[in-house]
């Protein structure tokens, strides 16, 4: 199955670095490129791509109110691709609010080849790209920032079981559904099992919301 990608960035060389090396993949369709925001929004409108190469700072719409765009569409508008931010060290607040926004990720710019490789597959499958230990550190920062939630988001903890909650717990912090397994001592189609009923709960997308309501409900503490 082939992905479909667009590439939302200001900087023309960017993106064509990005889709020559995309487009060099046999799994990989890159099948536009925008310089802003808005025509990011209005080319994926379009196009219907599976996963959305989003660049943070940019002119006429930045890529945190293109995300919202996408990912909340108006009435109408069935189509809600994976967003994948790109980003530096200096607009980190940008990507958390992406990333409550529904966004599947972020990846540094400067990132090698093979790692945007995968970021997009890793994103096109479903899955949330929060591997990298600079993800859960720049999340723990603006947890850190932002009071533990109280009300609405704590309570809402109540509907998982215990299982459940330590899978969170551990997905917070981001383990692997491997390394989850390993640590709970459960097969790995189990904690899938677990993941997907914790989602489905808590109405969330995807492991990157769940990490994000994680610490807002104050499930899981900056610095643990």
Known sequence: M????I???DQAMVRAGFAALLAAQSDIDVVGEAPDGAQGVELSRRTHPDVVLMDVRMPEMDGLEAARRLLTPPPG???RPRVLMLTTFDVDDYVYEALRAGASGFLLKDAPPA???AAVRVVASGDALLAPSVTRRLI???ARQRPAARGKPALRLKALTERETEVLTLVA???SNAEIAETLVLAEQTVKTHVSRVLTKLDLRDRAQAVVFAYESGLVAPGE
């Not at 082939?2 to 990608?5: I, L, P």
């Open 2 to 5: 082939t992905t479909r990608v």
């Open 7 to 9: 590439i939302v960035d």
């Open 77 to 79: 508008v069935t189509h």
């Open 140 to 142: 723990a920062d603006f």
């Open 173 to 175: 912090r981001g383990r």
């Open 115 to 117: 790692d945007l490789i």
